[in-house]
Nanobody, 128 residues
Framework: QLQLAESGGGSVQAGGSLRLSCAVS????????MAWFRQAPGNEREGLAD????????NYRDSVLGRFTISRDEAKNTLHLQMNSLKPEDTALYYC?????????????????????WGQGTQVTVSS
């Protein structure tokens, strides 16, 4: 089993920054891919960025490319999402996710249906 726990959410003004963290515990070997998603009320959960754990290859959704950076601290079993130049439309519940198998990680946008392990989410609110 794998447990994921997000932290670092909060309220910021437009143009500000936040750094989300996702602590990974449990059976942490053989994780193929990790990703960040978000879901705003009334919207579907959308994939923002993913990172392949062996190669470090990353991929980003167009709307966050250049503003968000996904990274992984393997020694601390922690996934991060640095978010800069935040906009009100970034307001959502942010989730980290992981999967042990698959392909296309770091190349194709992450799809929620392909991920088996999820955190509980952390709220990000950006005011104008």
């Amino acid at each position: 089993q794998l447990q994921l726990a997000e932290s670092g959410g909060g309220s910021v003004q437009a143009g500000g920054s936040l750094r989300l963290s996702c602590a990974v515990s449990g059976y942490t070997v053989n994780i193929y891919c990790m990703a960040w998603f978000r879901q705003a009320p009334g919207n579907e959960r959308e994939g923002l960025a993913d990172i392949q754990t062996t190669s470090g290859r990353t991929n980003y959704r167009d709307s966050v490319l250049g503003r968000f950076t996904i990274s992984r601290d393997e020694a601390k079993n922690t996934l991060h999402l640095q978010m800069n130049s935040l906009k009100p439309e970034d307001t959502a519940l942010y989730y980290c996710a992981a999967k042990r198998h698959g392909n296309g990680c770091g190349r194709d946008p992450p799809r929620a249906s392909e991920f088996s392990y999820w955190g509980q989410g952390t709220q990000v609110t950006v005011s104008s």
